[in-house]
Nanobody
Framework: QVQLVESGGGLVQAGGSLRLSCAAS????????MGWFRQAPGKEREFVAA????????YYTNSVKGRFTISRDNAKNTVFLQMNSLKPEDTAVYYC?????????????????WGQGTQVTVSS
């Protein structure tokens, strides 16, 4: 069983930045692929970013490319999402997820474990 705990969400003005963290339990974190997804009110959950197991190839949805950066610290069992130049349309609950097979994917069904989510609100 893998437990994921997100933190770092909050309220920020448009153009601002936030850094989300997701701490994972377990001894084999380095073998997991990790993803970030988000869900806005009334919308389906959507893929944001993913990072494979070492060497940590990264993938982004088009709307966040150049603004968001996903990274991981295997020594701390943590994955990060640095979010810059935030826009009101980035407002959502952000979830991290783990794929124990290590294959970074945009498909939420491929992920085995999910965190509880952290709210990000961007005001205009």
């Amino acid at each position: 069983q893998v437990q994921l705990v997100e933190s770092g969400g909050g309220l920020v003005q448009a153009g601002g930045s936030l850094r989300l963290s997701c701490a994972a339990s377990g001894r084999t974190f380095s073998s997991y692929a990790m993803g970030w997804f988000r869900q806005a009110p009334g919308k389906e959950r959507e893929f944001v970013a993913a990072i494979s197991r070492n060497p940590g190839n990264t993938y982004y949805t088009n709307s966040v490319k150049g603004r968001f950066t996903i990274s991981r610290d295997n020594a701390k069992n943590t994955v990060f999402l640095q979010m810059n130049s935030l826009k009101p349309e980035d407002t959502a609950v952000y979830y991290c997820a783990a794929d124990i097979h290590g294959l970074a994917t945009m498909t939420s069904l491929r992920y085995d474990y999910w965190g509880q989510g952290t709210q990000v609100t961007v005001s205009s």
